[in-house]
């Protein structure tokens, strides 16, 4: 037997074994086999998905359909790769190679196939890549794609394609070292913690372990504030990093490397604050930028919470507050608006709220749809899409808004907005009650909104009024001073105006029902949208009280919980507080 054959022989042995080793391994970080053939790197852990798949969707990509951000692309025959993309969205979600774990769900020989042939088909043709894949929060999202799913790629390959794959994932790592980092909050992020994984995942890379760490803990003390709180103030990020920062711990754990405080730390603290933005629905508040959150998702990410305790009520470094009555939750936004460098998703809704009793949500902001973006924008971000006030249809807060900067900066950050915040809670014999200002008005119009709630104890009512006023030794200033209070409710709320004007009955899916007053204004019920939808925008209603600030600068408001039935309520009822019939 010749040298040559020995060799060959040798290679052929240590690759069956890596693969059967790679078959029977699955559930959590998965270690893979130190035998694969090679000088350099070798995988040696692969970290665990959280993710959710959907192994029906392993169908629809083996016939040349990729579903991404609402946009459907068939290949009828061709690259995938080599199409031109219809969003930009769509192209970060292909790019990113999360699609992975859906063909590794199905966990058969052809999608295992298919899977190995889609990652060859990238790999194998450099010249035609596309500025969004260079990109780095997208590249890190497939460095980090490219190493959970080893398994599925790497089950049933030769030591060739084991090298090729390794020498694309080595050449992916290697630009994301030397990456600038220019974009701030998650995407940075996401591009350290990729590089932790990487330095975890593979082999001889001992000497970038402690510089990856240090990195990435420094980001993490600087990006996730002392109460549990992305520096975006967007409750998404939170979902966005648990779900890489809980399975790097994981594989820190594999390797017998002690996780880094900071890590730990942070991930202490963001646990309680899920619970913080939860309705009862398990539905996330809708505050700078989020969307709909997959509920399965953020089931998995709550089991690794040891603590499963009751919501904080304050949170004062992310800026917002919970009052808890009942089964009542009221969840306000008591802070300004992030450092620019993190307010691309940013919102004006200073002192807006969102109300829930039980399982039903009551009043909502209008939130950000998860596909489709560019076109809501504008609006999701406006004050008018929140439930507050508004004066002079103005924002409390103003963006960038240039067409040529939004492309370069990926998106509007905030330019100004409310600089001073404040709020202060006291328990007080019938309930909770909560009082906050913001002076995003005063410098264009010279004047302060001040609000104040107060929930019962029993959670069946809660009153608010609203204010503007000029700053001391100030004055309101131009001709105009109409304002807007609005309220969007959620799409499952029924509401009927009352026939003296002046409230609203509003009808719970569960056929509880509440009822809206205002003490001294009329009351109008209009078209509302609600962009977080998990089907897209859905048509829904707002109570909107005008006013012109220099006639009468206060409203009082109540919502009141009349009847668990509205049967019950409908007996009760007066002539006089009929809801309107429809025309």
Sequence with gaps: MSVAQSRRISTLIAGRFARSMIARASGSTVVLSRLWPGRTDRLIIAPHDLRTADATRAAEIYAGRFVFAGKIVTCHGRSIFDLEPPSEDWEAALLGFGWLRHLRAADTALTRANARSLVDDWISNQARKRPLER???????????LLS???????????????????GLAREIRYLRYSTLDNDGVPRLQVLIALCYASLCLANQARNIKTATRRLSDELQRQILPDGGHISRNPGALVELLSDLLPLRQTFAARNIAPPPALLNAIDRMMPMLRFFRHGDGSFALFNGMSTAPSDLV????????TRGVPMASMPHTGFQRLDAGNTALIIDTGPPPPPSVSHDAHAGCLSFELSSGVSRIVVNCGMPSTGRDNWRPFARSTAAHSTLTYHDTSSCQFVELSAMKRLLRGAPITSGPANVESYREAVPDGDVLTASHDGYLSRFGVIHRRVLMISQDGTRLEGEDSLAPAPGGRI???????????????????SRLSDARGVMLVLPNRDVWT???????VDLEDSVFLAGNDGPRRTSQIVIRQDA???ATIRWSFVRSSTSASATNARRNARREPELPL
């Excluded at 398994?151 to 030591?159: K, R």
């Excluded at 105009?480 to 029924?494: G, M, N, Y």
């Excluded at 809206?516 to 009329?522: C, I, N, R, V």
Aim: charged share 35%; glycine share 4%; aromatic share 10%.
């Design 477 to 495: 200033r131009g001709s105009e001073a109409d304002f807007a209070l609005r309220f969007h409710l959620h799409p499952s709320v029924k509401a």
């Design 550 to 552: 220099r006639q009468a």
């Design 516 to 522: 809206f007053e205002a003490m001294d204004d009329k």
């Design 135 to 145: 990109r780095a929060d997208v590249r890190a999202r497939r460095v980090i794609s």
């Design 149 to 167: 799913q080893a398994p599925l790629v790497l089950g049933d390959t030769d030591g060739k394609f084991y090298r090729k794959y390794l020498r």
């Design 299 to 306: 089931a998995t990410l709550l089991a690794y919470d040891d």
